[in-house]
């Protein structure tokens, strides 16, 4: 039988559908207890940041269950300069799963301190969050779980990217904002790192390289070349790009086709899209839409939904395609844990798990 649960009261029917819709917004305190199977996102002790709860809630109707939550806000804290080699420098690894970095075709375990090299690559396993710093703290670079990237330049102060899945989240502060001819490095002082820009980032489709900017985000759909800003981008499975800036000017441009993005708004560049998605203020709540599907027995379960079209959607670790508007379609086997951990991912401060119980 499938269940949806409220906050007062468990709706069961015999059957085979479990609609289960998760939006916002409410303030308020919500006891993990209130839900059986739901997973409260987990607070970030580390020291480089503080997430501050604005506040949950839970609501139900007779129709399923309605998850309210807000979003989490990130507050960076001051880094000191790291000076020495050369490089992107892994400076923390948290969380329960494994950072690899992949060098020269060997692979290794990341630790606290490794220099990633020209042509090195770095993958995130569930559970597994790393932040790593520009050489003279230029700026950093956190990747989310299910990332990975490989570093195709990085050279004075030239240095390219290159995210084939997953989120990054980019603060970068003190990179020189023209491009030198000897590509040498600009002068940098030894301070915090800074979260402010005057300016812009380009977000440019693939027949446009962005060398003409220092820092470059390469994705399979777009380039994004930064000359000082505080951004996140996201890569879905199929090369579907977001990109939210917090602080900067983005011209996102695909097929010639141009649209300033500004702070505090977003767009993205689909594949085999005409042009970037017109602007739109960045959202502050992460939702999901979902319903499950499945015969009582059977082996497979049917999941269709939607998120933010800025996100991205896991599924017990599997990256899911979404298509422009954010919607979902798929089917999985019935996991053995009788369990769907769902995580919705935003490209910067945005992200929230659910657990649902699928019997």
């Known amino acids: 039988m499938w269940k949806a649960y409220s906050l007062d009261r468990c ?7 479990l609609g289960l819709s998760l939006i916002a917004i409410s303030a308020g305190e919500l006891a993990a207890a209130a839900i059986p199977g739901h997973e409260l996102p987990h607070k970030n002790t580390d020291r480089l940041f503080q997430r501050e709860q604005l506040g949950k809630s839970l609501t139900g109707d007779a129709q399923g269950a309605e998850i309210s939550v807000t979003s989490f806000e990130l507050t960076p804290l001051p ?3 790291q000076n020495g080699t050369p490089g992107l420098r892994v400076d923390t690894i948290w969380g329960s799963g494994t950072v690899t970095i992949v060098s020269g075709g060997q692979e290794r375990v990341a630790s606290s301190g490794d220099v990633l090299a020209l042509g090195d690559e770095l993958i995130s396993s569930e559970g597994a969050n790393v932040r790593l710093v520009l050489d003279n703290n ?3 670079v956190e990747v989310a779980e299910f990332s990975h990237f490989r570093i195709d330049e990085i050279s004075g102060d030239q240095v390219e990217l290159d995210v084939r899945k997953g989120r990054v989240r980019l603060s970068l502060g003190q990179i020189s904002s023209n491009p030198r001819a000897d590509n040498s490095a600009p002068a940098v002082a030894n301070a915090p790192i800074l979260l402010s820009a005057a300016e812009p980032l380009f977000l440019q489709s693939q027949g446009n390289s962005g060398s003409n900017y220092n820092f470059r985000v390469r994705t399979p ?39 300033l993005v500004e702070s505090g708004q977003y767009s993205g560049i689909s594949p085999n899209a005409d042009d970037p998605r017109a602007t739109a203020a960045n959202p502050v709540l992460t939702y999901l839409k979902a319903v499950v599907e499945g015969s009582k027995g059977s082996k497979t379960l049917s999941l269709t939904g939607a998120v933010h079209p800025l996100d991205l959607v896991y599924v017990n670790g599997l990256a899911i395609e979404t298509d422009p508007d954010g919607n979902f ?16 991912r935003g490209p910067a401060v945005r992200e929230r798990v659910y657990v649902i119980p699928v019997n």
Do not use: C, H, K, Y
């Open 138 to 140: 230029r700026g950093s």
């Open 329 to 344: 379609a798929l089917q999985i086997p019935r996991p053995a844990s009788r369990r769907l951990r769902f995580v919705v």
């Open 79 to 81: 880094v000191m300069a």
């Open 221 to 259: 759909t777009g380039v994004a070349g930064v000359r000082g800003t505080s951004f996140g981008v996201n890569v879905g499975p199929n090369g579907q790009t977001g990109i939210s800036s917090l602080d900067g000017t983005v011209a996102a441009i695909a097929q010639e086709q141009q649209v």
């Open 11 to 17: 709706l069961g029917w015999p059957g085979v559908v």
